[in-house]
């Protein structure tokens, strides 16, 4: 059952008994987003990061989701990607692909991964590229308050250090306004090189989940959500504000345990 917390700006909170309600919920969020913008857009432009995330997404694989979901309308972008090659283990293509994108039948020209053989500042370039040919064809759609891609969905996690894609905390690129798709050479989680969406992007989505889950994170999440002083310190997850679009926090209950007030009912 979801359990709900006290809400406040900072988004709607799912708070689930336990990781198999989670993927459950998870995976009836993501096929209703899906139905909606297929229905009013004909496609749905979903964009996923890597770690845990993937392996809670699993039930889309399963029934009734993997019938009733509409996968060849589906788009798929990295919020954040290693760049690494596509066969390595650290790859977030391929934790998708292995964990999910190989079980359901998604159009493989849909896919939009990036260049793995090229530097991360190369990678990142084109994959800006490869997205903008796909908002003039409004396979993206684009935000009406600044020229971003407006993804149907971004799917994120958090670190235990409040990151989210790979924008980690008091690194440069979490000022970068200009850019759409950045990179980094010096990440503090393995491996260093990455390319990661830009904030603006993310907050030009339609709709943003992130999905959290474990103790090790339930104060990252307490400093991510509760109104706390101004001397906190600043996550990057905290800076995840859709302007017009819709934040929704997926938790499991040791991920949600520091909240301040929150109120269990069943
Ligand atoms: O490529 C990455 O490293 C990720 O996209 C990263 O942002 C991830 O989502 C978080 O680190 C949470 O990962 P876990 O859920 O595995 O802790």
Redesign the pocket.
């Known amino acids: 059952m979801a359990l709900s917390g006290v809400g406040n700006d900072r988004g709607e909170m799912r708070i689930l008994e336990n990781l198999d309600e989670l993927r459950t919920d998870l995976a009836d969020y993501i096929a209703e987003l899906s139905e909606v913008a297929v229905k009013e857009r004909g496609v749905f432009a979903i964009a996923l ?5 993937i392996g809670l997404m699993g039930k889309l694989c399963e029934a009734p989701y993997n019938k009733t979901v509409d996968w060849g309308k589906w788009y798929i972008f990295w919020a ?1 990607e ?1 760049v690494v090659a596509k066969s390595h283990s650290d790859s ?1 293509y391929k934790l998708a692909k292995d964990g999910f994108l190989s079980k359901v039948p998604i159009v493989p020209g849909h896919v939009h991964s990036i260049n793995d053989s090229v530097s991360a500042e190369e990678a990142a370039d084109e994959y800006t590229f490869v997205i903008r040919q796909l908002v003039k064809t409004r396979m993206v759609s684009v935000s009406d308050i600044s020229d971003c891609p407006k993804f149907d969905l971004i799917l ?4 235990p250090d409040g ?4 924008l980690f905390p008091n690194h440069a690129v979490l000022d970068e306004q200009d850019e759409w798709v950045t990179f980094i050479t010096d990440s503090p ?1 393995p491996p260093p090189e990455r390319i990661t969406f830009t904030l603006p992007v993310i907050n030009s989505a339609s709709n943003v989940a992130i999905v959290v889950t474990g103790e090790s994170k339930a104060e990252a999440v307490h400093l991510a959500i509760d109104n706390i002083g101004p001397a906190s310190p600043s996550l990057p997850a905290r800076s995840v504000q859709p302007t017009k679009g819709k934040l929704v926090w997926f938790l499991d209950k040791p991920a949600a345990s520091k909240l301040d007030g929150l109120q269990f009912s069943e």
């Open positions: 990061s890597g770690g845990s995330l954040d290693r977030n994120l996690g958090m670190g990151h989210v894609a790979s989680k």
